[in-house]
């Protein structure tokens, strides 16, 4: 009986300790051998935290980009992916981090990026949806709550009526005097920061918007007149077609594609473990003046009134909004044929602006959205 005990006790005790090896293997060695093999070859990256990887830094960043607006330009990567983008910043462009005990190879290189979607050597594929993909996402897109947001509504409300614009005029005048040296931080002074952005290439101009908007509506009354869109006329609208490639150039609804290395594979000139998996952040692409030179973040829809090839200087991977390829999404022609419908439609029937209560507040959402809507103004033509 005795001898029973011990001998029980015995095996608890090394399936415990086998247990231990395991998580220890899985969740300390491998991560500590993969940081090794990818810091030895000269790409450095925030390092692996035990089990949580980078995920509770990254989430702590994203939650605090997504609680304040921005200002009003489409410089958006530091609000959207606010923990990558600080990671190009710090570790270069392509940088090795940590999703939960996932090794990611974030890449922005170009070259790199051509490489692994010409996937030449059939060593990348992609990733099994995960069970849990949305349920996931949507547990980890920080939420800024009703009444918070309740507050921000009234503030923006406030800021272009009446008295506030009066303090609006004072803070300019103590900005101007060298009294204080900002507009404030609150959601008053977000608002007034972002018409007086220091850097003045980046700033919203309404004026651009508002001339293409004219444009884009006589294409629409030239090629429809006030008759309801038509599959014939869909493929002459030229000038909406390069206004929607730079919306989707400065908003591409998913902001990255993921491929997984399905044996150990040269890449460049690296050499990358099987368990990798490979993160083409092409949000940053669409942001990068070495690829679109440095009025890269302006509204500037007729970089394509010569086709996409030489918008992009024949190098596909600077314009993916939906992946690339043929393969790459089922969706795309159909999604803009329904923005085209969609767009003519209004056209024909409104002008529009800005309401002022739009907040500038772009977040990834399944989706790039806008966090707490767009506003628009509607003036009837008729
Ligand atoms: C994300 O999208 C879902 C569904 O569209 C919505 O219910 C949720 O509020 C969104 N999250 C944020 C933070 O906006
Ligand atoms: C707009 O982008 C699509 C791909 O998303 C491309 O097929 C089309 O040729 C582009 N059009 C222009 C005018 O750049």
Redesign the pocket.
């Known amino acids: 009986m005795g001898n029973l005990l011990i001998l029980s006790t015995a095996f608890l005790c090394l399936c415990l300790f086998v247990a231990l090896l395991y998580v220890l293997y899985k969740y300390w060695w491998v991560p500590h051998r993969v940081q090794f093999i990818m810091n030895s070859q000269g790409i450095r990256g925030p390092p692996y935290e035990f089990i949580h990887g980078n995920n509770k830094e990254a989430l702590q960043m994203q939650k605090e980009a997504s609680s304040k607006p921005m200002a009003l330009t489409h410089d958006i990567f530091p609000r959207v992916m606010p923990y990558d983008y600080s990671c190009i910043k710090k570790y270069g462009k392509n940088y090795l981090s940590w999703n939960g005990v996932r090794a990611q190879l974030v890449i922005t290189d170009p070259e790199l990026v051509k490489e692994v979607l010409k996937n030449s050597e059939k060593a990348f594929s992609k990733p099994k949806p995960l069970y849990f993909f949305k349920k996931l996402l949507g547990d980890t897109i920080p939420t800024i709550n009703s009444e918070k947001w309740a507050r921000h509504r009234k503030l923006a409300n406030h800021a272009f009526h009446g008295e506030s614009l009066k303090i609006v005029k004072q803070r300019e005048e103590k900005v101007m005097t060298g009294e204080v040296d900002s507009f404030g931080h609150d959601f008053l002074g977000l608002l007034v920061n972002a018409y007086h952005d220091p850097d003045e290439k980046n700033r919203l101009s309404i004026q651009d918007v508002v001339d293409w908007q004219d444009k884009a509506r006589a294409e629409v009354v030239e090629v429809f007149g006030n008759q309801n869109p038509n599959s014939e006329g869909i493929t002459k609208l030229?000038t909406i077609?390069?206004i929607?490639?730079e919306t989707?150039r400065l908003y591409p609804p998913i902001n990255s594609v993921v491929r997984k290395a399905v044996r150990d594979v040269q890449l460049g000139n690296l050499v990358l473990p099987n368990c990798l998996d490979l993160n083409i952040r092409f949000i940053a692409l669409h942001h990068d003046p070495a690829l679109w030179g440095d009025d890269v973040h302006l509204f500037k829809p007729e970089r394509?009134?010569e086709?996409?090839a030489k918008?992009t200087n024949n190098n596909a991977v600077a314009?993916m909004?939906?992946g690339m390829g043929h393969r790459s999404c089922v969706g795309?022609s159909f999604s803009?044929t329904e923005t085209k419908i969609a767009l003519s439609m209004i056209l024909q029937r409104y002008t529009f602006t800005l309401s002022p209560t739009y907040v500038h507040a772009p977040l990834p959402n399944l989706s790039l959205k806008p966090q707490h809507g767009l506003h628009l103004l509607f003036h009837s033509l008729d």
């Open positions: 030229k077609t390069m929607i490639n989707l394509f009134a086709g996409i918008a314009f909004p939906f795309m803009i």
